[in-house]
């Protein structure tokens, strides 16, 4: 017995003696064999406190100068009755479940299928600030990276005829240093964005004392998008 | 609710492959067997002759591939955007692959079916032209036969690959894509190139080369139907995500496609037509026509079956 906890301490040594060579230590060993000196920037989406206004999608489309009612995100109500339809959580058209959002876009994986799969490099992962991203000039419009992304997050952009993935705002406004459209445009919270490797970030302290989750994590595509889920009290 | 948190919306509105993909995946298909078996039975019967059989894959080989393409380019959200995947690559993506193997294929197929039709080319006036390319080339017949076997047999697995790629349908993405697509694309280009064999080349319908295609067209068919059989077994006793996907073989109209067309025409069409009935049709010309047009057909109801309800089957 206690020589078992001996070897494990020494295997602990030893691990942790490997990860010195990285220049920051944190928790989790995969994030440091991808450059934990470099940014990785992700998104929270904080289901208790957006109420569905939609002015993140309007923002969206004004950002990045999208086709008429387009936007790189939509949102999903999964309960609480709209008037006149029926409640998609319990089925009636009268009810008192409290309305449920979730923010549907690009999760930013990190193991990215769109940016595997795409023949010319159109959809490719940005070097400096690691975002999945678009080069418009290369896409062939062949539709691979539509059907290869587990999370249906892309669409072909009708006035230009290329695929297109929210890429948190790179070129229309974190090129300007600015936060992303929706961020901006969100009067309730429900959106922060930031870098998740640098500890100081607010979306760091955030996501140290908040339990969010990923969204079909079992893909195996380690998404950048994280979910704050609206809990009841017991449950 | 099971998970913690899902979303069911997309942004893509619906199939992001319709139909001109699964004809495309089909022509490729048939391109790729067709000239594979034609030069199977050349290399192992070691024909030095451009016999009926050869000049028909040939041809039918060509034709198909050139209409394959001309499909994925139509179905691009523009068409004049084709440039870009022949000179963007992107060697982690199976479709740039692909695309590399088929610029080597195409022009490949071409020269064969240069060298397989010469007599035909000499007889018409505005293709003598190609007579001094041929008689150039000769020399390198042999290899260039040997490279495209392989390839033929690569495009063929790749149209599995490529969709098999799609993690995010059950159906699709499975490990027997690849081997499913080369079986039925061997069946089915034989049938093609022997209906053309017989119709436009004067094959006599119980000649050598028809004898050794009547004996591999079975045990094709059969391995064809034990990977589909494979398929639908890992699907109905897999995880939630399969199970889902499984239900594409019994419920909605693509069940009926299955059904009817791959099972019912694809299947047992040949076999009936060849076994059940008696001797003097089953060796007539209507029932080996009969029975090609079957095979084909039931080539292009896997493709569209295996397209359209992979998508409908999202996890
Ligand atoms: S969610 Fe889809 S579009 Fe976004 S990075 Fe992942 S695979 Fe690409
Ligand atoms: S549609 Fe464009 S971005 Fe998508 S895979 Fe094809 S070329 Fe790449
Ligand atoms: S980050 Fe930018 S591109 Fe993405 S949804 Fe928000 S506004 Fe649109």
Known sequence: ?235 | MDGTLEFTMGLSDGIAWPWPIAVYLFFAGISGGALSVALFIRFYKKQVTNTAFLKASALVSFITISLGMLCLVLDLTNPLFFWRILVYYNLNSVMSIGVIALTAYIPLVALIAMFALEEEIKRIAILRPLLPIIDKLRGIRRPCEVAVLLLALSVCAYTGFLISALIRFPLINTAVLPALFVASGLSAGAAAAKMLAVGMFKEDLHSQDMKILHGAEWPIMFAEALFLFMIIMSLMTGNAGAQTAFEAFHSGSWAMVFWLGVVGVGFMGPVLLNFATGKRFSHSAQAFYLSGLCAVSGMMCLRMFILYAGQNFAI
């Open chain 1, 1 to 235: 017995m206690s020589e078992n906890i001996e070897r494990r301490r020494f295997l602990k040594c030893l691990g942790a003696g490997s990860l010195i060579l990285a220049p920051l230590g944190c928790s989790s060993v995969k994030e440091e064999d991808s450059n934990s000196n470099r940014p990785h920037y992700a998104m929270v989406f904080d289901q208790n406190k957006c109420v569905g206004c939609g002015e993140c999608k309007e923002a969206c489309n004004k950002a990045n100068n999208l086709p008429e009612g387009k936007s790189r995100l939509m949102m999903e109500q999964q309960s609480g009755g709209v008037e006149g339809q029926k409640c998609s959580h319990c089925g009636k058209t009268e009810c008192d479940c409290e309305r449920k959002y979730v923010r549907v876009s690009c999760q930013q994986c990190k193991n990215a299928p769109c940016v595997t799969v795409c023949p010319t490099g159109a959809a490719h992962r940005d070097p400096a600030t690691g975002i999945v991203t678009m080069n418009a000039d290369k896409c062939a419009g062949c539709k691979y990276c539509i059907a290869a992304c587990p999370y249906d997050a892309r669409y072909i952009n009708k006035d230009t005829d290329v695929a297109d993935n929210c890429d948190f705002c790179l070129n229309s406004k974190l090129a300007k240093g600015e936060l992303p459209a929706c961020v901006q445009g969100c009067r309730y919270d429900a959106l922060i964005f930031g870098d998740v490797n640098d500890p100081n970030s607010y979306i760091s302290r955030l996501l140290a004392v908040k339990d969010s989750v990923r969204i079909k994590s079992h893909f195996g595509t380690e998404p950048s998008l994280r979910y704050i889920p609206i809990v009841k009290q017991g449950v």
